[in-house]
């Protein structure tokens, strides 16, 4: 059997299992790059007791599950995010094969979707987006545009806008408020998420991300929890935007377009 003959579930389910095992990594650089830590030395190890995991503990979701979320040797917790983390990756990466079949897009879309579940992971524990994941986040998806959608040109105008933007609207939330609502952090984001997308996609990008915030917002005031505005960070908001358009994006243009 060659590769081109393999049935099509099979590759799914070898592009997901890969997705899971890049899930894994995921987690890693979520643990240790708020805390400006290697993520490639040492190995794992349970932050608890410090003993080093064995593969057979490191298996993406089936180990925690094995385990029930526990340490083997110390008996502490591990977060529930690892498993979701891994099985979300999985998923994505098995739904990307399926969607865009194998490619350069497939590929940009699949980094881009990697970063964006970091940000997300990140910006939502501690509230930080960092600058070790945006910046050179930038530079790939402008180096991406050379080969695949949107075009370098776009691309381009993308992290001008989508930065520009955000950072006219950061200073001019600044001056009317006086406090600090969007940090460079958020930025510099956008500018990644334009140099992905490109300028139209940034655009929706920060519709929905704002659209969707608003709400979630009136929600928790109307439910009396409204001092949780802030627990929700906005880069949370800016990835669940950037996901939906970077998917259904040009459809979803087309039809408010023709709304017009
Ligand atoms: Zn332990």
Same mark, same amino acid.
């Given at each position: ?15 997901? =299992? ?149 950072? =006219? ?24 998420v ?11 990008t920060?519709?929905? =991300? ?31 935007g950037a996901?939906?358009a ?15």
């Amino acid at each position: 059997m060659t590769f081109d003959d393999a049935p099509a579930w099979l590759l799914i389910g070898m592009a997901a =299992a890969f997705g899971a095992v890049i899930g894994s990594f995921l987690n890693v650089c979520i643990y240790r790059l708020p805390l400006d830590k290697s993520v490639v030395w040492p190995a794992s190890a349970c932050p608890q007791c410090g003993r080093l995991l064995a593969w057979y503990e490191n298996i993406p979701v089936v180990s925690w599950m094995v385990l029930r979320g526990h340490c083997r040797t110390c008996a502490a917790p591990i977060g529930v995010r690892y498993p979701i983390i891994e099985a979300l990756t999985a998923a994505m990466f098995g739904l990307a094969w399926w969607y865009y079949g194998p490619g350069v897009l497939m590929a940009s879309r699949l980094v881009f979707g990697c970063l964006l579940i970091l940000l997300f992971a990140i910006d939502l524990e501690h509230q930080l987006l960092p600058n070790a994941i945006t910046l050179p986040g930038i530079v790939v998806g402008v180096a991406f545009s050379f080969f695949t959608e949107p075009g370098w040109m776009a691309s381009l105008i993308g992290v001008l806008v989508g930065g520009g933007v955000l950072y =006219a609207v950061a200073e001019l939330y600044f001056r009317v408020r006086r406090e600090e609502g969007l940090g460079m952090g958020d930025v510099k984001m956008l500018a990644m998420v334009g140099a992905f997308l490109g300028w139209k996609l940034v655009l929706l990008t920060l519709m929905l =991300a704002s659209l969707s915030g608003s709400l979630i917002g009136l929600v928790l005031i109307a439910s009396g929890r409204g001092g949780m505005k802030y627990a929700l960070p906005f880069g949370t908001f800016l990835a669940l935007g950037a996901a939906a358009a970077a998917t259904v994006g040009r459809p979803l243009l087309t039809w408010y377009l023709g709304l017009l």
